[in-house]
């Protein structure tokens, strides 16, 4: 199977003449020649899912946003580039590759959505990223891209929830990353509203809450590979993106593969292509020897199982085994992996990012990391069992985002699909190993991906402190809804 490249070009684009001189601003030329419905209707009936995890169809989000919009303030567009799944690294890829098709497809985002606004949200620890994209807006303001939309560098926090879509909106409004129970395309109540009514289009993309006031302007937020598809559906048309895919996920799917493969690397395929296809063209096989044991979609899904590898990587396929596609981030465990230190790993990360707003998704994943690292020490006892499958019930009550789900369905995956494995730890007859280190990438430097080696100092309060302070974020950081003014 070859790599395809609709949106990873086959080398960078090193400037917008070039993109334009390769067809680039079409797209937009295109959506400001026809109704601002009518690009909602091409990207609605081009099936176009977030490729940020969830999946969610893109073209209802635009939708969503052009109901709820104010009838006084002009909604904002944000682009979600805090990537921070582990095993990611694909829209950071993009993103260096051509910043021009994000830039462009945000831009027309914020024509059908009829926003004045595009915040592109980046780790600032993501420096190659921040002065690439600064650069290419600075290039697109140049040429008269962006008039009449401000176009912002946003740079934010560490934290991985900096990338849930709620949390992303409160670090852009000087709060900290901590998700809210609003959908960002719900009219928000601020105050801010009303002590800012006389600086116009400058008011910032915040919702602070679902309320019905028809002054708080909405807010559309997608993924950077989400957007990046955007230019050619206007441009080529609906029917052209469907060409590729399948029925139910069409388009293609850039793919991160790292773990035990002959290289790390960022693909990017059609979706339905089987997984281990997907796994050989861009990581090439196990090592001589070693067989694939499991994969982890990233830290958001089950575990898939080596027996499974024929799995169409689309939405649909990867559901029907009971997994899920998420950000198309696969660490591949070949058979000498421990699949519970692994799980642990995950569990530890998730645990450890949790942000404590949700009693249970702290206090119980907190917990079930604790088990998970028993186990893996072959420390633990039927009773430890019984603990690890109660809790993993209950840390989702009451989960105002998707981390405590996540939590669930990884440990559940590894306890329902992956019985042996447990077992052989509590009997005592596996290798006694420590949790792995699972963390997001800070690069994939020649065919070796690097983690984030802070990950593992990092406190449960989100503190790099010897010792935790029993605090959660949540807790320490008291003052978290306050806005902060920037300058």
């Known amino acids: 199977m070859t790599l395809v490249h609709h949106i990873l070009p086959r080398t ?40 940020g995890g969830a999946g969610f169809p893109t073209g209802r989000k635009w939708r969503a946003v052009r109901d709820y919009r104010s009838a006084r303030w002009p909604a904002s567009v944000v682009v979600n580039a805090a990537e921070g799944e582990p095993g990611s690294f694909k ?21 059908a959505v009829e926003a004045d606004k595009v915040i592109v949200g980046l780790k600032r620890s993501f420096r190659a990223e921040v002065r690439r994209v600064g650069e290419a807006v600075e290039e697109v303001r140049r040429a ?11 740079e934010g926090p560490e934290a991985y929830l900096f ?9 852009i409004d000087g709060r900290d990353p901590f998700p809210r129970l609003a959908p960002p395309y719900r009219r928000g109540v601020d105050e801010l509203v009303e002590t800012q009514a006389d600086v116009g289009s400058s008011l910032p993309a915040h919702v602070l809450m679902a309320g019905d006031d028809a002054l708080a302007p909405p807010t559309l937020v997608d993924n950077v590979e989400t957007v990046a598809n955007v230019p050619r559906i206007v441009a080529d048309g609906a029917s052209w993106f469907r060409m590729s895919g399948t029925a139910e996920s069409p388009g293609t799917v850039v793919c991160t593969i790292t773990g035990h493969t002959q290289r790390h690397g960022v693909g990017e395929v059609m979706m339905g292509t089987p997984l281990h296809e997907v796994i050989e063209a861009t990581g090439g096989a196990p090592q001589p020897g070693d067989n694939i044991a499991a994969v982890l979609p990233g830290a958001s899904n089950p575990p898939i199982p080596g027996d499974q590898l ?3 990587v689309s939405y649909e396929g990867l559901a029907a085994i009971g997994s899920g596609l998420g950000s198309a981030a696969f660490m591949v465990l070949d058979d ?12 530890r990360f998730l645990a450890v990012e949790s942000c404590g707003q949700c009693t249970a998704c702290k206090r119980d994943g907190l917990s079930l990391s604790s088990l998970l690292a028993k186990l893996c020490r072959s420390q633990a006892d039927e009773s430890d069992l019984a603990d690890l499958h109660q809790l993993v019930g209950t840390v989702t009550d009451g989960a105002r985002c998707s981390l405590a789900a996540e939590h669930q369905a990884v440990v559940a995956g590894l306890l329902e699909r992956f019985p042996a494995a447990v077992r052989a730890h509590v009997d005592h007859e596996a290798s006694r190993v420590e949790p792995d280190d699972i963390a997001a990438l800070v690069g994939i430097e020649g065919d070796v991906a690097v983690l984030d080696e802070r990950r593992r100092s990092k406190q449960p309060d989100w503190t790099f402190d010897q010792a935790w302070s029993g605090a959660t974020p949540a807790n320490r950081l008291a003052d978290h809804r306050t806005h902060i003014e920037r300058d």
């Open 144 to 154: 008269g891209w962006s008039e009449g939309v401000e176009l912002v560098v946003f």
């Open 91 to 111: 829209d950071r890829t993009i993103l260096r590759s051509n910043p021009y098709q994000v830039l462009e497809g945000a831009l027309i985002a914020a024509q």
């Open 163 to 171: 990338g849930e879509e709620t949390a992303l909106l409160e670090a």
């Open 12 to 51: 960078p684009v090193r400037s917008l003449d070039e993109y334009r001189a390769q067809g680039g601003g079409r797209g937009l030329e295109t959506a400001r020649g026809v109704e601002r419905e009518a690009i909602v209707r091409e990207v609605e009936a081009s099936g176009l899912r977030g490729r």
């Open 336 to 347: 000498t992996a421990d699949l519970v230190a692994a799980v642990a790993g995950v569990s």
């Open 310 to 312: 024929d799995v169409p």
